[in-house]
Protein backbone atom coordinates (compact mmCIF):
# COMPACT_ATOMS: atom_id res chain seq x y z
CA UNK A 1 0.00 0.00 0.00
CA UNK A 2 1.25 3.42 -0.87
CA UNK A 3 1.30 6.48 1.09
CA UNK A 4 -2.14 8.07 -0.57
CA UNK A 5 -3.84 4.23 -0.14
CA UNK A 6 -3.25 4.56 4.07
CA UNK A 7 -4.18 8.34 4.01
CA UNK A 8 -7.39 7.28 2.37
CA UNK A 9 -8.17 4.85 4.80
CA UNK A 10 -6.74 6.82 7.51
CA UNK A 11 -9.65 9.46 6.03
CA UNK A 12 -12.27 6.83 5.89
CA UNK A 13 -11.80 5.66 9.20
CA UNK A 14 -12.10 9.21 10.72
CA UNK A 15 -15.67 9.23 9.44
CA UNK A 16 -16.64 5.88 10.34
CA UNK A 17 -16.34 5.70 13.47
CA UNK A 18 -18.02 2.49 14.13
CA UNK A 19 -15.39 0.64 11.41
CA UNK A 20 -12.50 -1.00 12.67
CA UNK A 21 -9.44 0.58 10.30
CA UNK A 22 -8.25 -2.45 10.38
CA UNK A 23 -11.50 -4.09 8.74
CA UNK A 24 -10.90 -1.58 6.02
CA UNK A 25 -9.53 -3.00 2.67
CA UNK A 26 -8.48 -1.44 -0.44
CA UNK A 27 -11.16 -3.72 -2.02
CA UNK A 28 -13.78 -3.16 0.73
CA UNK A 29 -17.31 -1.67 -0.97
CA UNK A 30 -17.88 1.72 1.29
CA UNK A 31 -21.62 1.07 1.45
CA UNK A 32 -22.22 -2.90 1.07
CA UNK A 33 -18.77 -3.45 2.96
CA UNK A 34 -18.03 -0.68 5.75
CA UNK A 35 -22.19 0.08 6.37
CA UNK A 36 -21.69 3.89 5.13
CA UNK A 37 -24.81 5.63 4.75
CA UNK A 38 -25.65 8.81 3.26
CA UNK A 39 -24.53 11.24 5.56
CA UNK A 40 -21.05 9.56 5.79
CA UNK A 41 -20.48 9.46 2.28
CA UNK A 42 -21.61 13.52 2.40
CA UNK A 43 -18.96 13.89 5.25
CA UNK A 44 -16.64 11.58 3.25
CA UNK A 45 -16.78 13.58 0.37
CA UNK A 46 -15.81 17.05 1.93
CA UNK A 47 -13.19 15.59 4.25
CA UNK A 48 -11.71 14.07 0.84
CA UNK A 49 -11.88 17.62 -1.06
CA UNK A 50 -10.58 19.62 1.88
CA UNK A 51 -7.87 16.90 2.29
CA UNK A 52 -6.34 17.04 -1.63
CA UNK A 53 -7.72 20.18 -2.40
CA UNK A 54 -10.04 18.79 -5.28
CA UNK A 55 -13.30 19.20 -6.33
CA UNK A 56 -15.53 15.61 -6.70
CA UNK A 57 -18.73 16.19 -8.63
CA UNK A 58 -21.97 13.81 -8.40
CA UNK A 59 -21.32 11.94 -11.51
CA UNK A 60 -18.25 11.05 -9.85
CA UNK A 61 -19.21 9.95 -6.59
CA UNK A 62 -21.77 7.72 -8.00
CA UNK A 63 -18.98 5.76 -9.45
CA UNK A 64 -16.78 5.77 -6.60
CA UNK A 65 -17.76 2.16 -4.85
CA UNK A 66 -14.57 0.59 -3.27
CA UNK A 67 -11.99 2.31 -1.29
CA UNK A 68 -9.39 1.58 -4.38
CA UNK A 69 -11.74 3.87 -6.09
CA UNK A 70 -11.48 6.38 -4.11
CA UNK A 71 -7.70 6.33 -4.65
CA UNK A 72 -7.86 5.99 -7.86
CA UNK A 73 -10.28 9.16 -8.21
CA UNK A 74 -7.60 11.33 -5.85
CA UNK A 75 -4.46 10.08 -7.99
CA UNK A 76 -6.41 10.69 -11.26
CA UNK A 77 -6.98 14.12 -10.63
CA UNK A 78 -4.16 15.49 -8.51
CA UNK A 79 -2.12 14.56 -11.93
CA UNK A 80 -4.19 16.75 -14.04
CA UNK A 81 -3.95 19.80 -11.66
CA UNK B 1 -26.06 14.74 36.85
CA UNK B 2 -24.07 17.83 36.99
CA UNK B 3 -25.23 20.94 38.67
CA UNK B 4 -27.53 22.36 36.25
CA UNK B 5 -25.12 25.41 36.32
CA UNK B 6 -22.61 23.60 34.38
CA UNK B 7 -25.02 22.61 31.81
CA UNK B 8 -25.79 25.80 30.92
CA UNK B 9 -22.36 27.41 30.35
CA UNK B 10 -21.26 27.84 26.68
CA UNK B 11 -17.77 28.26 27.92
CA UNK B 12 -15.72 27.40 25.35
CA UNK B 13 -18.29 27.22 22.00
CA UNK B 14 -18.88 30.10 19.29
CA UNK B 15 -22.07 30.97 18.36
CA UNK B 16 -23.07 32.88 15.24
CA UNK B 17 -26.61 34.68 15.46
CA UNK B 18 -27.83 36.37 12.12
CA UNK B 19 -29.90 39.70 13.04
CA UNK B 20 -28.04 40.15 16.02
CA UNK B 21 -27.80 43.73 15.94
CA UNK B 22 -31.80 44.32 17.04
CA UNK B 23 -35.04 42.67 18.80
CA UNK B 24 -34.75 39.21 19.77
CA UNK B 25 -31.29 38.68 17.99
CA UNK B 26 -29.73 41.16 20.16
CA UNK B 27 -30.99 39.64 23.57
CA UNK B 28 -30.11 36.39 22.12
CA UNK B 29 -26.27 37.39 21.73
CA UNK B 30 -26.22 39.36 24.82
CA UNK B 31 -27.87 35.95 26.77
CA UNK B 32 -25.20 33.69 24.79
CA UNK B 33 -22.34 35.58 25.74
CA UNK B 34 -23.13 35.88 29.23
CA UNK B 35 -23.30 31.93 29.22
CA UNK B 36 -19.56 32.12 28.00
CA UNK B 37 -19.97 31.72 24.02
CA UNK B 38 -17.99 33.61 21.56
CA UNK B 39 -20.71 34.94 19.75
CA UNK B 40 -20.71 36.69 16.20
CA UNK B 41 -23.19 39.32 15.79
CA UNK B 42 -24.42 39.30 12.13
CA UNK B 43 -26.14 41.91 10.21
CA UNK B 44 -26.87 43.33 7.28
CA UNK B 45 -26.97 47.30 7.56
CA UNK B 46 -27.19 48.48 11.04
CA UNK B 47 -23.49 48.31 11.95
CA UNK B 48 -23.73 50.87 14.59
CA UNK B 49 -26.62 48.73 16.38
CA UNK B 50 -24.14 45.71 16.41
CA UNK B 51 -21.43 47.64 17.69
CA UNK B 52 -23.73 48.41 20.34
CA UNK B 53 -24.79 45.25 21.06
CA UNK B 54 -20.96 43.77 20.88
CA UNK B 55 -19.83 46.85 23.31
CA UNK B 56 -22.59 45.47 25.77
CA UNK B 57 -21.39 42.41 25.68
CA UNK B 58 -18.07 43.37 26.52
CA UNK B 59 -19.32 45.38 29.34
CA UNK B 60 -21.10 42.04 30.51
CA UNK B 61 -17.15 40.36 30.27
CA UNK B 62 -18.30 38.23 27.30
CA UNK B 63 -15.98 37.90 24.27
CA UNK B 64 -17.46 38.24 20.32
CA UNK B 65 -16.94 39.79 17.23
CA UNK B 66 -19.57 41.91 14.89
CA UNK B 67 -19.53 40.34 10.90
CA UNK B 68 -22.13 41.71 8.18
CA UNK B 69 -23.05 39.90 5.29
CA UNK B 70 -26.34 39.25 3.65
CA UNK B 71 -27.89 36.29 4.13
CA UNK B 72 -29.45 36.51 0.98
CA UNK B 73 -26.63 36.01 -0.74
CA UNK B 74 -25.52 31.90 -0.90
CA UNK B 75 -22.01 33.19 -1.64
CA UNK B 76 -21.66 36.40 0.88
CA UNK B 77 -22.82 33.70 3.67
CA UNK B 78 -20.00 30.95 2.32
CA UNK B 79 -17.29 33.34 2.88
CA UNK B 80 -18.44 34.59 5.90
CA UNK B 81 -18.54 31.01 7.50
CA UNK B 82 -15.51 30.18 6.05
CA UNK B 83 -13.61 33.20 7.77
CA UNK B 84 -15.75 32.47 10.95
CA UNK B 85 -14.53 28.89 10.97
CA UNK B 86 -10.80 29.76 10.27
CA UNK B 87 -10.64 32.20 13.04
CA UNK B 88 -12.24 29.83 15.97
CA UNK B 89 -12.26 26.47 14.29
CA UNK B 90 -15.76 25.38 14.27
CA UNK B 91 -19.20 27.26 14.89
CA UNK B 92 -21.07 25.26 17.45
CA UNK B 93 -24.37 27.32 17.40
CA UNK B 94 -26.31 28.83 14.97
CA UNK B 95 -29.48 31.03 15.57
CA UNK B 96 -31.41 31.99 12.29
CA UNK B 97 -32.91 34.84 13.50
CA UNK B 98 -32.91 37.23 11.02
CA UNK B 99 -36.24 38.19 9.41
CA UNK B 100 -38.52 40.86 7.67
CA UNK B 101 -42.06 41.94 7.50
CA UNK B 102 -43.24 43.38 4.50
CA UNK B 103 -47.43 43.06 5.43
CA UNK B 104 -50.05 43.88 3.04
CA UNK B 105 -53.40 42.30 2.06
CA UNK B 106 -52.99 39.48 -0.39
CA UNK B 107 -54.78 41.41 -3.27
CA UNK B 108 -52.34 44.35 -3.08
CA UNK B 109 -48.94 42.64 -2.23
CA UNK B 110 -46.63 43.02 -4.76
CA UNK B 111 -44.22 40.39 -6.28
CA UNK B 112 -41.28 42.11 -4.45
CA UNK B 113 -42.86 42.33 -1.00
CA UNK B 114 -43.44 38.36 -1.03
CA UNK B 115 -40.15 37.59 -2.70
CA UNK B 116 -38.06 39.78 -0.39
CA UNK B 117 -39.83 38.14 2.98
CA UNK B 118 -39.27 34.38 1.08
CA UNK B 119 -35.55 35.00 0.47
CA UNK B 120 -34.45 36.55 3.83
CA UNK B 121 -36.27 34.91 6.80
CA UNK B 122 -36.71 30.95 4.35
CA UNK B 123 -34.01 31.02 1.28
CA UNK B 124 -31.33 32.73 4.13
CA UNK B 125 -31.34 30.08 6.76
CA UNK B 126 -31.56 27.33 4.01
CA UNK B 127 -28.09 29.37 2.50
CA UNK B 128 -26.40 29.41 6.33
CA UNK B 129 -27.76 25.93 7.54
CA UNK B 130 -25.77 24.51 3.88
CA UNK B 131 -22.57 26.30 5.10
CA UNK B 132 -22.11 25.95 8.75
CA UNK B 133 -23.88 21.86 8.50
CA UNK B 134 -20.40 20.85 6.82
CA UNK B 135 -18.41 22.26 9.64
CA UNK B 136 -21.25 20.71 12.35
CA UNK B 137 -21.35 17.37 10.70
CA UNK B 138 -17.28 17.11 10.66
CA UNK B 139 -17.19 18.15 14.49
CA UNK B 140 -20.43 15.72 15.51
CA UNK B 141 -21.86 18.47 17.03
CA UNK B 142 -24.02 21.23 16.30
CA UNK B 143 -26.84 23.17 17.60
CA UNK B 144 -29.03 25.17 14.98
CA UNK B 145 -32.04 27.35 16.47
CA UNK B 146 -34.42 28.84 14.04
CA UNK B 147 -36.63 31.82 14.93
CA UNK B 148 -40.09 30.98 13.39
CA UNK B 149 -42.94 32.89 14.72
CA UNK B 150 -47.06 32.15 16.16
CA UNK B 151 -47.36 33.54 12.74
CA UNK B 152 -46.44 30.60 10.79
CA UNK B 153 -48.38 28.33 12.98
CA UNK B 154 -51.82 30.39 13.27
CA UNK B 155 -51.04 32.35 10.72
CA UNK B 156 -51.76 36.22 10.51
CA UNK B 157 -53.87 37.92 8.40
CA UNK B 158 -52.28 40.61 5.97
CA UNK B 159 -49.08 38.70 6.68
CA UNK B 160 -49.13 35.38 3.88
CA UNK B 161 -45.88 36.06 3.07
CA UNK B 162 -44.34 36.14 6.39
CA UNK B 163 -46.86 33.52 7.86
CA UNK B 164 -45.73 31.32 4.54
CA UNK B 165 -41.86 31.76 5.33
CA UNK B 166 -41.96 31.05 8.96
CA UNK B 167 -44.31 27.69 8.43
CA UNK B 168 -42.02 27.04 6.07
CA UNK B 169 -39.08 27.24 8.61
CA UNK B 170 -41.00 24.55 10.82
CA UNK B 171 -40.89 21.92 8.04
CA UNK B 172 -37.16 23.30 7.53
CA UNK B 173 -36.60 22.46 10.85
CA UNK B 174 -38.15 19.52 11.23
CA UNK B 175 -36.50 17.48 7.86
CA UNK B 176 -33.04 19.04 9.22
CA UNK B 177 -33.51 17.28 12.46
CA UNK B 178 -34.02 14.30 10.84
CA UNK B 179 -31.03 14.72 8.40
CA UNK B 180 -28.38 15.44 11.20
CA UNK B 181 -29.55 13.83 13.87
CA UNK B 182 -26.81 10.68 13.15
CA UNK B 183 -24.20 13.49 13.56
CA UNK B 184 -25.64 14.56 16.80
CA UNK B 185 -26.41 18.31 15.54
CA UNK B 186 -29.63 18.87 16.95
CA UNK B 187 -32.10 21.11 15.24
CA UNK B 188 -35.19 23.07 16.66
CA UNK B 189 -37.69 26.40 16.37
CA UNK B 190 -38.65 28.97 18.64
CA UNK B 191 -41.82 30.31 17.96
CA UNK B 192 -42.36 33.60 19.48
CA UNK B 193 -45.34 35.32 20.19
CA UNK B 194 -46.41 38.98 20.50
CA UNK B 195 -42.82 40.41 21.44
CA UNK B 196 -42.27 43.96 22.50
CA UNK B 197 -39.17 45.90 20.59
CA UNK B 198 -39.10 43.44 17.67
CA UNK B 199 -41.14 43.49 14.24
CA UNK B 200 -44.44 43.94 16.32
CA UNK B 201 -43.11 47.37 16.72
CA UNK B 202 -45.40 48.60 14.13
CA UNK B 203 -49.19 47.83 15.29
CA UNK B 204 -50.86 50.86 17.04
CA UNK B 205 -51.24 50.39 20.68
CA UNK B 206 -55.15 49.85 20.14
CA UNK B 207 -53.69 47.06 17.80
CA UNK B 208 -51.52 45.64 20.95
CA UNK B 209 -54.49 46.53 23.58
CA UNK B 210 -56.37 44.00 21.39
CA UNK B 211 -53.96 41.29 21.12
CA UNK B 212 -53.06 41.74 24.84
CA UNK B 213 -56.34 40.76 25.48
CA UNK B 214 -55.97 37.19 23.75
CA UNK B 215 -52.88 36.10 25.57
CA UNK B 216 -54.01 34.24 28.57
CA UNK B 217 -50.66 35.69 30.63
CA UNK B 218 -51.82 39.14 29.95
CA UNK B 219 -48.84 40.68 28.48
CA UNK B 220 -47.16 41.23 25.56
CA UNK B 221 -43.26 38.90 25.62
CA UNK B 222 -40.15 40.34 26.07
CA UNK B 223 -36.61 39.75 24.05
CA UNK B 224 -35.10 38.20 27.18
CA UNK B 225 -38.28 35.65 27.26
CA UNK B 226 -37.19 34.55 23.73
CA UNK B 227 -33.60 34.37 24.26
CA UNK B 228 -33.82 32.30 27.46
CA UNK B 229 -35.57 29.26 25.31
CA UNK B 230 -32.64 29.75 22.85
CA UNK B 231 -30.53 29.39 25.45
CA UNK B 232 -31.84 26.28 27.02
CA UNK B 233 -31.52 25.05 23.22
CA UNK B 234 -28.81 25.90 22.74
CA UNK B 235 -27.37 24.65 26.11
CA UNK B 236 -26.55 20.89 27.57
CA UNK B 237 -29.70 21.12 28.99
CA UNK B 238 -31.03 20.24 26.26
CA UNK B 239 -28.96 17.19 24.89
CA UNK B 240 -32.24 15.02 23.89
CA UNK B 241 -34.50 17.60 22.30
CA UNK B 242 -34.14 17.46 18.56
CA UNK B 243 -36.90 18.96 15.83
CA UNK B 244 -39.15 20.84 18.21
CA UNK B 245 -41.39 23.75 18.27
CA UNK B 246 -40.69 25.68 21.54
CA UNK B 247 -43.20 28.08 22.19
CA UNK B 248 -43.08 31.52 23.94
CA UNK B 249 -45.79 33.18 23.46
CA UNK B 250 -47.68 33.16 26.67
CA UNK B 251 -50.09 30.98 25.85
CA UNK B 252 -51.70 33.21 22.65
CA UNK B 253 -51.38 29.94 20.13
CA UNK B 254 -51.40 26.43 22.13
Known amino acids: MDDLETRVIDLIAEVLVDVNKENIQMSSKIVED ?28 EKIQTVQDVADFIKQHQKAS | ?86 DRGKIDILVNNAGISRDGLIGRMKDQDWNDVLSTNLSGVFHICRSVSKSMIRNRKGRIINISSTAGEAGNPGQVNYSAAKAGLIGFTKALARELAPRNILVNSVSPGIISGGLSDQLTEDQLEAIRAHVPLRRTG ?33
Not at chain 2, 233 to 249: E, F, K, P
Open chain 1, 34 to 61: LGAESLDIYDMIALLEDEFGLEIADEDV
Open chain 2, 1 to 86: MAHPSSMISLQGQTALVTGGSRGIGSAVCSMLASSGAFVVVNYRSSEASAQDVMAGIKDLGGDGKIARFDVCSGDEVDRATAEIIQ
Open chain 2, 222 to 254: TSDDVAAAVLFLSSGMADYITGQVIRVNGGLYM
